[in-house]
């Protein structure tokens, strides 16, 4: 039976990483603008790498920030005003990714590490809903206004053929 150890796993997704940072310095323009997000990604990458193969479990928290806010950066690069459209209210949950890689890395678990990083997960989900309501809520609107008129449209003009 064919069966990967953990170092395997670990090595196969920095590489999977490395090859879309590639991938975005080459085909995103903006990307290879910014090229300081190596800055954060390579350490944020060789962190996470040394606290999941157990060599530093103190890593996690760090390795999970820095993790989290070269995502939000790299989202922002591609897709420019994402921080100010909403994307800020990730910036809440990075160590809350931190704190449940730390919870769940480690063999004893410390329920109040659960609860800090619960807690600002929840408060960075309430943030970002209340960031991008308005836009969900005007297309949601949008669509009911199209289907109830597209409705009362259809009935009439089947009215005007009888």
Request: glycine share 10%; charged share 15%.
């Amino acid at each position: 039976r064919w069966m990967m150890n953990r170092d395997t796993i670990i090595r196969i997704i920095i590489g999977a990483i490395m090859v879309l940072l590639g991938i975005f310095t080459i085909f995103v323009k903006s990307f290879t603008l910014n090229l300081w997000l190596l800055l954060i990604w390579i350490p944020a990458v060789f962190m996470e790498y040394r606290a999941f193969s157990g060599r530093d479990r103190n890593l996690f928290v760090p390795a999970g920030v820095l993790i989290t806010i070269a995502v939000i950066l790299s989202l922002n690069v591609i897709f420019p005003g994402f921080i100010t459209e909403g994307g800020w209210a990730l910036f809440i949950a990075a160590p809350a990714v931190g704190l449940f890689q730390s919870y769940f890395g480690r063999e004893e678990k410390d329920k109040g590490v659960l609860t800090a990083a619960s807690f600002l997960s929840a408060l960075s989900i309430l943030f970002l809903l209340i960031s991008v309501a308005p836009t969900v809520l005007g297309i949601f609107i949008g669509i009911v206004l199209l289907g109830v008129g597209g409705l009362v449209v259809y009935k009439n003009l089947r009215t005007i053929k009888r």
